[in-house]
């Protein structure tokens, strides 16, 4: 009886979580992304081993270090990563980061007042690579994002000491380390296309529905 990963999950999961694919990039039926050329973050569940050599590189470019006027790659701590190995049992290995959620429950919860020129609150969404920001200057630290980011979907979004918003993908400026430094080629950086599975989907929802895919499959 064979177990090979490789002939699981032959087409792609899409989604800047890297467990999603993108279904409708809309809300209220009107394309939020409308003329505008959407890319995410993709895993082929095939190919993941979990090693978490995403979350060292994420870490790593996100935290680094400044000495004597430089600035050097941080520590590579996994725990201050952007992106997220979920793992589960049986072996499942989910990567999760920001899901770019159609509605922005996080957004949506932000007590901070719209700008009266950009309409923005202390979290937003960037214009050009569609990513969850946080405006520092105007975060109040109350933590409301990350509680509708848990409660909703799961949770990527997770409060620093000072209550702001934490792990939140900012696609590394459209060159995502992750997707580089994968030594598996598991992840990739493409172009979003429509009506694909798994969209905003809880990851422990999709690791049962991988794990029931592939295992009861190749038991029966």
């Keep these: 009886m064979s177990f ?6 032959q087409t792609l999961l899409l989604g800047t979580g890297g467990i999603l ?19 995410a973050i993709v895993v082929d569940y095939s190919k993941c081993a979990g090693c978490r050599t995403c979350e060292t590189v994420c870490s ?17 701590i996994p725990a201050w990563s952007n992106i997220k ?8 290995d989910v990567p999760v980061t920001c899901f770019l959620c159609d509605d922005a429950p996080c957004i949506e919860a932000c007590p901070v007042r719209p700008d009266k020129v950009t309409g923005r609150r202390a979290l937003y969404r960037d214009e ?10 105007r975060c109040i630290g109350c933590e409301q994002c990350a509680e509708a980011c848990q409660s909703s979907r799961g949770g990527v979004i997770f409060p620093d000491e000072e209550g702001r918003p934490n792990g939140i993908c900012d696609l590394c400026q459209g060159d995502p380390n992750c997707v580089k430094y994968c030594p598996y080629d598991a992840l990739a950086f493409l172009e979003i296309t429509v009506d694909m ?24």
């Design 4 to 9: 090979n990963r490789k002939e699981f999950l």
């Design 21 to 39: 694919a993108a279904s409708k990039l809309a809300i209220a039926g009107v394309p939020i992304f409308s003329g505008s050329t959407i890319k």
């Design 60 to 76: 790593a470019f996100h935290h680094q270090i400044a000495h004597e006027g430089q600035q050097f790659r941080g520590k590579g």
């Design 85 to 92: 190995v979920w793992h589960y049992n049986p072996p499942m």
């Design 128 to 137: 050009v690579l569609h990513t969850i920001q946080n405006d520092l200057d």
């Design 197 to 220: 599975p798994y969209r905003q989907m809880q990851p422990e929802k999709i690791a049962n529905q991988l794990i029931a895919s592939y295992y009861q499959q190749n038991l029966s």
